[in-house]
């Protein structure tokens, strides 16, 4: 809980500064799509207590104006996997997916037909897991937990026409880690760092 007043406490504080720096600055929205890679550095003992995606896409809105930047972004991984067994004959079978909500709270300059932004990316990442069994005297399980995310970012993007920009970010998160409800009986505490970077089409409507 701790984790997650600071988490909040930082965003506020942010988004209080960027909008009094953008009460007149022009605004332009615009839709992004990203693809990258992240590296997790895991922070307790259980590396499968994160399973974050390595290869990922995600999708952005962009409020930009001439010294503010504020994007809020939605990214989705999902996994699946059964196996059948032999000897003895059974199925075993798991579901894994995460929903990553975040937004970039962020300072902005423009050189030509260059933008470089600098900031925050806070939010969170809801997980769940399932698993089911043939197998005699196996018992199915349905598990969800929630992560928090805080950290640096920085970006830049060429805009190559009026309304179409190509760009590159780069993001160190400290995450939080939750225990999936399955695990409400231990107390434990884990914490990772990742580092993301992502190349960025975006499409500006104003």
């Known amino acids: 809980m701790n984790s997650l007043k600071s988490f909040l406490y930082c965003g506020l504080f942010l988004l209080f500064v960027i909008n009094v720096k953008a009460q007149d600055d022009p605004v332009r929205i615009g839709f992004g799509v990203g693809f990258g890679q992240g590296f997790n550095f895991i922070g307790g003992s259980d590396l499968s207590a994160l399973t974050l995606p390595i290869d990922f896409a995600d999708f952005s809105v962009t409020i930009r104006g001439k010294s503010f930047r504020f994007e809020p972004t939605l990214g989705y991984f999902s996994y699946s996997s059964s196996v059948a067994y032999s000897n003895p004959s059974y199925t075993s079978e798991s579901d894994f997916s995460n929903v990553r909500l975040g937004a970039i709270l962020a300072f902005a300059a423009s050189k030509g037909s260059m933008n470089y932004y600098y900031g925050i990316d806070i939010g969170v990442i809801l997980s769940s897991e399932s698993s089911s069994s043939t197998a005699p005297g196996s018992t199915s399980t349905d598990e969800s937990k929630t992560d928090f995310f805080v950290g640096p ?45 992502k190349i960025v089409l975006r499409w500006y409507i104003k």
């Open 153 to 197: 970012a920085i970006g830049g993007e060429y805009m190559f026409s009026e309304n179409f920009s190509l760009g590159g970010e780069i993001q160190i998160n400290y995450i939080s880690i939750g225990q999936f409800n399955g695990d409400s009986q231990t107390d434990r505490s884990e914490s990772a760092v990742s580092s993301r970077g």
